[in-house]
């Protein structure tokens, strides 16, 4: 028991000093903290630093100046079940001596855990919230998001509605899968469920992998679909503004299996092979054991389809 409290105790802090020092390392490397330089100091580093920008980069045209503005935190983990760890990075963040970044900048996406969504809704620094919806029926999603079985739709969306917004939009994802989610009546589903919630609903093309079950839904199915969203959006919307938005995230590096989620289905091919030859994979990349089916879901059980594409 102690065994196990250390080692989670010492992962929560390795993740919270990764993630806060990211975040950090990044903006130093763009040369973001020039606000918290005296005026003399920057003169004086700005001469030392000329000589190096110049042997790149021609006087006349000079990089451009590059600034975080946005964060997401998402991925194949479930940021919800990192709680403790994540604050403390939401906090860094936030904080003028950290990337000083508004709340408004902020974006925390996850798979459906709504009591860690009421919980987040209590924190000091509230970020903007995605939720990696994917379906409309219960019995869909507790297939492609298996997290729905723990907390189905009628309790995830409960819970979204109690999350405070402060005149912000909470953004659905959802991934476009051929024959599964794609029909105009599943989009007329949609609405239906997301009625009264200020909301932007993004859709996603699936990315695929040699071995896939799914299939990414047609360029023509996917704006049918979109169709029905934004006209219902302006039908019902108050004044100017639709109270729901939809966009496509339209995919990058699929021709060479570079976008989302492929390069980790690839690697964990990879680890599979490795296996099966005897060598080490990485632990946490190996796939999970016929023991671990009907447990209680764990960091990774965000599922493959919504990392594939998210």
Known sequence: MLLDLSLFFFS?????????????????????????????????????????????????????????TNIVMMGMGEPLLNYRSVVKALSIISDPTGLNLNQRRITLSTSGVAPGIDRLAKAANVPRLAISLHAVRDELRDQIVPINRTYPLSVLMDAVRRYPTHNRRITFEYVMLKDVNDSENDARELVRLLHGIDCLVNLIPFNPWPGAIYESSSNNAIHRFAAVLTKAGELTGKGDRAWLKCTIRWPRGRDIGAACGQLAVKKLEEDIKAKQSGADPIPFLQPPSSSSTGSAPGPDSKSKTCAASS
């Open 12 to 68: 929560s802090l390795f993740f919270f000093f990764l993630t806060a020092g990211q975040f950090l390392i990044a903006k130093h490397q763009l040369n973001e903290f020039q606000s918290l330089i005296p005026p003399s100091a920057a003169k004086t580093k700005a001469k030392g630093d000329a000589s190096k920008v110049n042997s790149t980069f021609p006087a006349s045209n000079p990089p451009p100046p590059r600034a975080i």
